[in-house]
């Protein structure tokens, strides 16, 4: 291989993310002679790096792998081939809270600068995301932004991984809070993006469920072996910018899994009760453009450390609050639209 050739080694090659997304992505990629090798790395292979990955010149090591394990993963690549040369894609969550999130923030710094680390939104990469800020229009005249992403499926066998996240830590704290940073700071440029998360706070006390709700569809308890669990498959979140051009919006975020149809979806009400409908579609290609950006060296597309932080800081009291309640949880029935989740 050349030596200005970029190797793209993947960690957690055997996991659904990489099976379905990364080696389409970068297989075409090769096709189109954008990187050199590619190298699959599972977990018992850890301890074999120098010897599996020999390439000299750039390196992007991609961890497709649970939060938990990437302290680990960041000091091996570090031990095993020091500083120089090396791009580290980290897959979300990052972290499981803001404790969590701050220390895996500070133990990457120990060993790689924030200019090495590419936090990848895949949602950041969608052309049809690009579309909404193109819009034009008068914020004055806005009243609400309503964001959904809806699915039809279920967490389809998922046991392990869905119980350890749900929806607040695997779609909220990521896809929503990043696409309503975009949306409201009208751009993709990280400082903005992170300028419009400190301005957003839970607009009622989070301990009166008023503008939080958290559901969970009928059978999950049976699906996942566990009849006292209070996992979420459904989260809806009421929010407000204390940012001067934005104050009284009300901003509506809403996830959820077994609902009436699949659609992502930004809406836009106006005070003459007119609407606007963006619809962001699912795109295939959006992991090859966050390859490319990250070869390219362009953080735009990816979330900086402390935008991963204000997410949590924003998420902080619901979860603190969840952790000793039960209560409001919500079973809804497969098939359910949002209104009908949160009307209960």
């Known amino acids: 291989m050349e030596n200005n050739k970029t190797t793209y080694i993947i960690f957690g090659a055997s996991g659904d993310l990489s099976k379905r997304y990364l080696m389409p992505a970068i297989l075409n990629m090769q096709k189109m002679d954008y990187v050199g090798a590619v190298i699959l790395i599972s977990r018992k292979d850890y301890g074999n790096l120098r010897n599996l990955i020999k390439e000299s010149g750039e390196k992007i090591f991609h961890l497709a792998i649970p939060p938990e ?8 690549i570090s031990n095993n081939f020091g500083k120089d040369n090396i791009k580290i894609m980290l897959e979300k969550p990052f972290g499981n809270d803001l404790k969590s999130a701050q220390n895996l923030v500070q133990h990457i710094d120990k ?14 990469a969608k052309e049809s995301l690009k579309k909404v800020i193109a819009e034009k229009w008068s914020k004055e005249n806005i009243t609400s932004i309503e964001i959904i992403i809806s699915e039809k499926i279920d967490i389809e066998g998922r046991v392990n991984f869905y119980e350890q996240m749900g929806a607040l830590r695997d779609v909220v704290q990521s896809h ?23 301005n957003l706070q839970i607009v009622c006390d989070v301990r009166k469920h008023e503008c939080i709700k958290r559901g969970q569809y009928e059978g999950y308890r049976k699906e996942v072996n566990n009849s006292n669990s209070l996992t979420e498959t459904f989260v809806s979140i009421n929010l407000v910018s204390n940012e001067p051009a934005w104050r009284g919006v009300s901003i509506v975020l809403s996830t959820g899994k077994a609902l009436e149809e699949k659609l992502t979806q930004i809406k836009i009400k106006y005070k003459d009760a007119g609407e606007k409908i963006f619809n962001i579609e699912h795109e295939p290609e959006a992991y090859e ?7 390219s060296g362009n953080h735009n597309l990816f979330i ?12 902080n009291a619901i979860q603190k609050t969840w952790e000793g309640n ?8 497969k098939g359910s639209t949002i209104n009908e989740v949160t009307s209960q």
């Open 304 to 315: 900086s450390s402390e935008e991963v932080l204000e997410s949590w800081r924003i998420l």
């Open 176 to 198: 929503l809070l990043q696409m309503v940073a975009v949306v409201l700071s009208g751009s993709f440029e990280t400082v903005r993006r992170q300028e419009t998360l400190k």
């Open 326 to 333: 039960k209560d409001d949880l919500i079973i809804y029935k």
């Open 69 to 76: 394990a990437v302290p680990e993963a960041v000091y091996l």
């Open 111 to 124: 060993y790689f600068s924030e200019q090495q680390i590419y936090r990848v939104d895949h949602y950041l």
């Open 289 to 295: 453009r966050v390859i490319k950006a990250t070869i």
